[in-house]
Nanobody, 118 residues
């Protein structure tokens, strides 16, 4: 499975960005069977879970730090997940990674940089 993130960039505090993660190169299992999630890693800090969505898209979970500001969704027809980020803060600055998981199998994207600064 290959995951490619896009949509990162430089934005002012209070601004918005939408990240995308396009999945391809599936072997046995379709995109719809994978639980998907977004993680982020700031300089000098550990990678942390930002948001997750179940394989069927029926349930989402968010880190307390982003609840009410970020929304994760998936489009099965496009094999893509999204992270809509609103009211961005400087502390949201990090490299954002997409992850696909199916039982013990985990796949990561290369990451996309998000910088929130005036």
């Amino acid at each position: 499975v290959q995951l490619v993130e896009s949509g990162g960039g430089l934005v002012q505090p209070g601004g918005s960005l939408r990240l995308s993660c396009a999945a391809s190169r599936f072997s046995r299992f379709a995109f719809s069977t994978y639980d998907m999630s977004w993680f982020r890693q700031a300089p000098g800090k550990e990678r942390e879970l930002v948001a997750g969505i179940t394989s069927g898209g029926g349930s989402t979970t968010y880190a307390d730090s982003v609840k009410g500001r970020f929304t994760m969704s998936r489009d099965t027809a496009k094999n893509t997940v999204y992270l809509q980020m609103n009211s961005l803060k400087p502390e949201d600055t990090a490299v954002y990674y997409c992850k696909a998981a199916y039982f013990s199998a985990q796949y990561w994207g290369q990451g996309t940089q998000v910088t929130v600064s005036s």
